[in-house]
């Protein structure tokens, strides 16, 4: 019901959304996180992200457990990558699937939010005159 990974390679969304689509699901929601080309109105040129591997594997499993006794869902598929991202790259991607689509979407939404604000993973943005670390949330 669960599936929870931490990957320098690139992550494979369709494989995210096979995983979680079984017969009695009406509904999958996907978040797909992409680096966009710039912050706060300053260009990107890259960011890298760091995590405390195996205290962000445990956060994120906690979230995912604490959704399948919020929503009906069926699975979970939360994924993210360390490493070097380019524009465009994808560094998360959430997948959930129900049987309706309003427990997939709260579920989903509620999964990115608060890997956000609770899972060890920095990001360091880098421009053309700098670079700076920051939390991977708001």
Partial sequence: MIDIRISAAQLNTQSCIDWVMTPESGGVDVFIGT??????GKPVIQLE???YEIMAISEMRKIAEDILTRWPVHKIAIHHRTGILQIG??????????????????ACRYAIDTLKQTVPIWKKEVFEDGEVWVAAHP
């Fill in 35 to 40: 680096v966009r080309n710039s912050t706060k």
């Fill in 49 to 51: 992200f760091e995590a």
């Fill in 89 to 106: 790259e994808i560094p998360v991607i959430i997948a959930v699937s129900a049987a309706h689509r309003n427990a997939a979407f709260d």
